[in-house]
């Protein structure tokens, strides 16, 4: 059993290069399967969630080629299958992706219900209602989605999204990229990577307006060609680092950013008293004094992102005076809430607030990952804490973040990848 072993109470210092956008990859790669001919994607992370989406491509035929860690190319030409293993597909959330870029190519697919971390009711109906919009004969049965187009082809229309929905507007934009005339969609989600997935399609021949916007427009082609597109830098990887320094201390320059991405972070972080200075594409985050409580509310983009609340969280648990954070997209992102009480923090959760009272210090504890951004908070709060932290079912946090003990250890945090047996007896040091 692997755990993240952590000596906290190190302030950070010196530089951390942030990867490509986990939430763009997860789609962008799915994307490929609408090119025709080979397309070349830079700027991938390393993480295990996209290792999981590139071998699900090529269990449906796709050739796929590394070219170096961060570059792959792409060549779906020879794909010949239209469903996606279930063992595959239930281990991540989003593996739905195939259901749009598969009905748009092929006129049909089967994919399993997503799986991926378990955040509450997460139901994809808002997505099945788009393709079911655009003409697509859609049934749930034996826990796998099959979608098919009619004889025709699936036809532009007018969809308006219930709510605001990230996967289900990029989902209703892979249906539509071949559909017969114009797709609009309303109260579309507004996220970077949206504007990524449209930016990928538009760079292949596709025809999308307004991503980055509450009104997308999907034009219909006929093909997309081949052609190179580099993804965007992760926000929540870049906004982990900015509440690791905050939380610990120190100074470290965040490199490969988009900052406008990031200004609802910084916004909240500034007002905590963190120095933020941007750098063109870098952030120079520094943290000396004491920081200071605020309120934050989760909300879709352009809002403070829910993907940071665990994080912020942290940071709000050694702010002075008392804070409130409210989520409003998810109703179990507070499990980690157990975890950071083991360490001394004051947090009362009731239904979606958290009350959190700051206090002078936290204290190294065994804790858990909970899921992905809970497991990331765990480690900001470990760098924090006085004496020793030790993480477990670090898995969540792998499907991530790409090389987090690397780059921490890079900036001076005293972090480590252990091997416990599951005995938890002796162990052995593995990193």
Known sequence: MLKYVIQGGKPLHGEINISGAKNAAVAIIPAALLVNGTCRIENIPQISDVTLILEILQELGARVRTVNRSTVEIDCSSVHRTNVPYELARQIRASYYFIGALLSRFGTAQVSMPGGCDLGARPIDLHLKGFMALGANVEVKNGYVHASAPEGGLTGTHIYMDQVSVGATMNVMLGAVFAKGTTIIENAAKEPHIVDLANFINAMGGNIMGAGTDIIKVRGVSSLHGGTYSIIPDQIEAGTYMTAVAAAGGSVLIKNVIPKHLDCITAKLLE????????????????????????????????????????????????????????????????????????????????????????????????????????????????????????????????????????????????????????????????
């Open 272 to 431: 905590m008293g963190v120095q933020i200075e941007e750098q063109g594409d870098d952030l120079l985050v520094s943290r000396t004094g004491t920081m200071h409580h605020t309120n934050v509310k989760t909300m879709p983009y352009p809002g403070f992102p829910t993907d940071m609340q665990s994080q912020i969280a942290v940071c709000l648990c050694l702010a002075e005076g008392t804070s409130l954070v409210t989520e409003g997209i998810w109703e179990n992102r507070y499990r980690y809430a157990d975890e950071l009480k083991r360490m001394g923090a004051k947090i009362q959760v009731d239904g979606k607030v958290a009350v959190i009272e700051g206090v002078r210090k936290l204290t190294g504890a065994p804790v858990r990952a909970c899921d992905l951004r809970a497991g990331a908070a765990m480690i900001v709060a470990g760098l924090a804490a006085d004496g020793t932290t030790e993480i477990d079912h670090i898995h969540y946090v792998e499907r991530g973040y790409e090389d987090i003990v690397g780059k921490l250890r890079n900036v001076g945090a005293d972090i480590r990848l252990v091997e416990f047996p599951d005995d938890a007896g002796h162990h052995s040091n593995v990193g």
